[in-house]
């Protein structure tokens, strides 16, 4: 190895023209590529943002539709259940009155008397059959009214909403 200190020679930078323009309008450029990269990153999450919302919205409102259509099925079988219950009493009803009124035929003495029974047995069984069909459409139009509420409720909030939205 030699022991000889090495020379190192300056040498001067020499910068092309226009080199600090380019630097310089590069640099500008970078910053505002950057500017807009910043931008679209802060519109892209607020566009997240607004979709994670409309999405936890409409879930909730998915949700109270499927409340609204449980509720309204619980108010149908329950009146679908009473209804029942007054047929059934209507027709025990009947059948206990039919069976009083074929008792009392076998203790009748004469032929018109038969006649005035029977036809007494089939005007009440006529007027009674009107009445309750009466009641029968009464209380079917009132439990259709009444299982329909719900939904009824949850188009009208649906309606409020998208007029909203328009």
Same mark, same amino acid.
């Given at each position: 190895?030699?022991?000889?200190?090495? =020379?190192?020679? &300056?040498?001067?930078?020499?910068?092309?023209?226009?080199?600090? %323009?380019? $630097?310089?309008?590069?640099? !500008? +450029? @970078?910053?505002?590529?950057?500017?807009?990269?910043?931008?679209?990153?802060?519109?892209?999450?607020?566009?997240?943002?607004?979709?994670?919302?409309?999405?936890?919205?409409?879930?909730?409102?998915?949700?109270?539709?499927?409340?609204?259509?449980?509720?309204?099925?619980? =108010?149908?079988? &329950?009146?679908?259940?009473?209804?029942?219950?007054?047929?059934? %009493?209507? $027709?025990?009803?009947?059948? !206990? +009155? @039919?069976?009083?009124?074929?008792?009392?035929?076998?203790?009748?003495?004469?032929?018109?008397?038969?006649?005035?029974?029977?036809?007494?047995?089939?005007?009440?069984?006529?007027?009674?059959?009107?009445?309750?069909?009466?009641?029968?459409?009464?209380?079917?139009?009132?439990?259709?009214?009444?299982?329909?509420?719900?939904?009824?409720?949850?188009?009208?909030?649906?309606?409020?909403?998208?007029?909203?939205?328009?």
């Amino acid at each position: 190895m030699s022991s000889r200190p090495k =020379i190192v020679e &300056a040498t001067a930078v020499v910068t092309p023209p226009g080199f600090e %323009a380019a $630097a310089a309008r590069l640099t !500008d +450029e @970078t910053a505002k590529a950057a500017t807009g990269l910043a931008d679209t990153q802060a519109k892209v999450k607020q566009g997240m943002e607004k979709a994670m919302k409309t999405a936890e919205e409409l879930m909730a409102f998915s949700q109270g539709n499927l409340e609204a259509m449980v509720k309204s099925g619980q =108010i149908w079988a &329950a009146g679908v259940q009473d209804i029942g219950k007054q047929l059934a %009493a209507t $027709a025990q009803a009947s059948f !206990d +009155e @039919t069976m009083s009124t074929f008792k009392a035929m076998s203790s009748i003495k004469s032929l018109k008397d038969a006649f005035d029974l029977q036809a007494s047995l089939a005007r009440t069984t006529m007027e009674k059959t009107l009445a309750e069909s009466g009641k029968l459409t009464d209380a079917s139009v009132k439990l259709t009214e009444q299982a329909l509420a719900p939904l009824t409720a949850r188009v009208s909030l649906a309606m409020e909403k998208f007029a909203k939205a328009a």
